[in-house]
């Protein structure tokens, strides 16, 4: 079965930091540009960061660049999303995606693979 899992979301306050792991099973990562969304409560799906499979060259959205990073580890089929200084408007269910892209990679647009999301709140 072709899939991909998020896993490491949960609460955290303000300043606070979370890594998020989005692992593919059914397919290799490595051929795919992966990009991680996000739908905070009662808002649009907004791209967040997105990573490509070659030379590794990264996106980030405006709201976060700085204080998140992408990264792989095609050994585990897996890419991560490190989020620190996180904010309370960082809330929102997280959700990673896998699309084949020969060059670079996108925060929009039609994914192949999505996986179910992991919940993500920044509070006190």
């Known amino acids: 079965q072709l899939q991909l899992v998020e896993s490491g979301g949960g609460l955290v306050q303000p300043g606070g930091s979370l890594t998020l792991s989005c692992a593919a099973s059914g397919f290799t990562l490595q051929n795919y540009a992966i990009t991680w969304f996000r739908r905070a409560p009662g808002k649009a799906r907004d791209g967040v960061s997105c990573?490509?499979?070659?030379?590794?060259?990264?996106v980030y959205a405006s709201s976060v660049k700085g204080r998140f990073t992408i990264s792989r580890d095609n050994a585990k089929n897996t890419v991560y999303l490190q989020m620190n200084s996180l904010k309370p408007e960082d809330t929102a269910v997280y959700y990673c995606?896998?699309?084949?892209?020969?060059?670079?990679?996108?925060?929009?647009?039609?994914?192949?693979?999505w996986g179910k999301g992991t919940l993500v709140t920044v509070s006190s």
């Open positions: 990573i490509n499979n070659s030379i590794g060259s990264t």
């Open positions: 995606a896998a699309t084949r892209q020969p060059i670079g990679c996108r925060l929009f647009g039609v994914m192949t693979y």
